[in-house]
């Protein structure tokens, strides 16, 4: 079956331009999560959502991020006012719960803020 | 806050040789920690996941411990492959195991020459 996707797979964006970032994860995931994986490093977590309950949002950097997701489908996550250190691959993965079931990750979208 | 370190250094071993990963968790103690591969331009695929009471656990060439007094977990590639080659994350929950938010490690990339 068909994996996570992501798109785009690159973009491009002026400093102080808005960008929306979209994911689908595998069909029955229930739990989708966010991730920020900087060049060298390690991924950061951003944002999880689980079926119908509230999103944790703990790790977004700044109010200049949100995420949205429709019930347990598509996920996109927004990123307004981008700044260069926002520049960075944006992972998607999405499990069949949460806790204890493994991820599966999206190629990411990666963003560069000229 | 938990921190994982995981050497920042390339491994690099022949063809056919065990290779041996390091991960070292900083505070608390987590209910399970997974193992990451990921190539070049990608996102993360999953490998191996163990839980708190177990010591070891094996798939195919890959070998998990997890020494939770050494708060450390070693991963191992048996007959290590050219296609073996890749960078290979640690990974924890944060805090409670029941929201399936990860802490990833930097990553070690291992080089496997023929």
């Known amino acids: 079956g068909a994996g996570v996707s992501q798109s785009p797979s690159n973009k491009v964006t002026e400093k102080g331009k808005d960008v929306e970032l979209r994911c689908d994860p595998i069909?029955?995931?229930?739990?989708l999560y966010w991730y920020r994986q900087r060049l060298g490093q390690g991924l950061e977590f951003l944002i999880y959502?689980?079926?119908?309950?509230?999103?944790?949002k703990s790790g977004l950097p700044s109010d200049r991020f949100s995420a949205e997701r429709t019930g347990e489908s598509v996920s996109t996550l927004t990123i307004q006012r981008t700044q260069q250190e926002d520049s960075a691959v944006y992972l998607c993965?999405?499990?069949?719960?949460?806790?204890?079931?493994?991820?599966?990750f999206g190629p990411g979208t990666r963003l560069t803020v000229t | 806050s938990q921190k994982i370190e995981q050497n920042s250094e390339a491994l690099n071993i022949q063809e056919g040789k065990t290779a041996t990963l390091t991960c070292n968790y900083t505070?608390?103690?987590?209910?399970?920690l997974q193992w990451y591969r990921q190539d070049p331009g990608r996102g993360p695929v999953f490998l191996l996941l163990?839980?708190?009471?177990?010591k070891e656990k094996r798939k195919e060439r890959l070998k998990v411990t997890f020494d939770t007094t050494l708060k450390q977990s070693l991963f191992h590639i048996t007959a290590s492959q050219p296609a073996d080659s890749a960078t290979y994350l640690c990974?924890?929950?944060?805090?409670?195991?029941?929201?399936?938010?990860?802490?990833f490690g930097q990553g070690t990339t291992l080089q496997v020459k023929p």
């Open positions: 505070n608390y103690s987590p209910a399970y």
């Open positions: 993965a999405s499990s069949f719960r949460l806790a204890a079931y493994e991820q599966y």
């Open positions: 163990i839980r708190e009471n177990e």
């Open positions: 069909s029955g995931h229930t739990a």
């Open positions: 959502f689980q079926g119908n309950s509230a999103p944790d």
């Open positions: 990974a924890l929950p944060y805090g409670s195991s029941n929201t399936g938010k990860l802490i």
